[in-house]
């Protein structure tokens, strides 16, 4: 129940169909509202925050999504070089928006840059309830070269770029596609630029 309008925010109403969404999964109750045209706008509001707000131009989305791109990237090379030959699987349990840091730069989930474009678009949604990315690695000994398969949902999906859309993805192409998203300078990066027009100083 929604008692003080005038606390409202978008993230708390994004809150709100994340609640919604849950319950509904579950078999749990929700009032009649939340399955009608409220429900839907409610939708529109996550996705919104998780998507436009969040990756909205290539500089937020590298700022978003370059740790989590590094520490998977790192733990692919380690099994691929060797450096790990203990772990055979390795699990991170997160929300939706921290999967959407994984898929948006990768091309995974599609989202629109342009706000009036976003409005009038039905490309972006965030992960359902319950959803799995999966990177598989695999290797052809015989070439002696690794390949990852990645599986969001237990469906096979397609990286392009360097990996050109191939079921299977060389892992020296999945680096030249991962590598350009990350930042080496963190710190540097957070640093916000002044943009203000200097103006000369007058007598």
Same mark, same amino acid.
């Given at each position: 129940?929604? !008692? +003080? !309008?005038?606390?409202?925010?978008?993230?708390?109403?994004?809150?709100?169909?994340?609640?919604?969404?849950?319950?509904? %999964?579950?078999?749990?109750?929700?009032?009649?509202?939340?399955?009608?045209?409220?429900?839907?706008? *409610? %939708?529109?509001?996550?996705? =919104?925050?998780?998507? @436009?707000?969040?990756?909205?131009?290539?500089?937020?989305?590298? *700022?978003?999504s370059s740790n989590l791109l590094k520490d998977t990237l790192d733990s692919?090379?380690? /099994?691929?070089?060797?450096?790990?030959?203990?772990?055979? =699987?390795?699990?991170?349990? /997160?929300?939706?928006?921290?999967?959407?840091?994984? %898929?948006?730069?990768?091309?995974?989930?599609?989202?629109?840059?342009?706000?009036?474009? =976003?409005? #009038?678009s039905k490309k972006g949604r965030n992960p359902p309830f319950a959803s799995?990315?999966?990177?598989?690695?695999?290797?052809?000994?015989?070439? #002696?070269?690794? @390949?990852?398969?990645?599986?969001?949902? #237990?469906?096979?999906?397609?990286?392009?770029?360097?990996?050109?859309?191939?079921?299977?993805?060389?892992?020296?192409? =999945?680096?030249?596609?991962?590598e350009p998203m990350i930042i080496v300078d963190m710190k540097s990066a957070?640093?916000?630029? +002044?943009?203000?027009?200097?103006?000369?100083?007058?007598?």
């Amino acid at each position: 129940c929604i !008692r +003080d !309008r005038d606390k409202l925010t978008l993230h708390s109403l994004a809150e709100y169909d994340d609640v919604i969404n849950c319950n509904l %999964m579950q078999s749990i109750p929700v009032p009649k509202w939340a399955r009608q045209e409220i429900g839907h706008k *409610l %939708m529109w509001v996550h996705d =919104f925050l998780n998507l @436009y707000k969040a990756f909205h131009n290539e500089e937020s989305t590298r *700022l978003i999504s370059s740790n989590l791109l590094k520490d998977t990237l790192d733990s692919i090379d380690a /099994a691929v070089t060797g450096k790990n030959t203990v772990t055979k =699987f390795r699990l991170f349990s /997160a929300h939706d928006d921290t999967l959407n840091r994984i %898929m948006v730069p990768l091309g995974l989930n599609q989202h629109v840059s342009d706000f009036q474009k =976003f409005l #009038n678009s039905k490309k972006g949604r965030n992960p359902p309830f319950a959803s799995s990315l999966i990177f598989e690695v695999y290797k052809d000994e015989a070439k #002696n070269e690794n @390949y990852i398969m990645v599986l969001y949902n #237990n469906h096979v999906k397609t990286l392009g770029g360097a990996c050109n859309n191939e079921r299977l993805c060389s892992y020296s192409n =999945f680096k030249k596609l991962i590598e350009p998203m990350i930042i080496v300078d963190m710190k540097s990066a957070c640093v916000a630029k +002044d943009d203000t027009p200097k103006r000369k100083a007058t007598k």
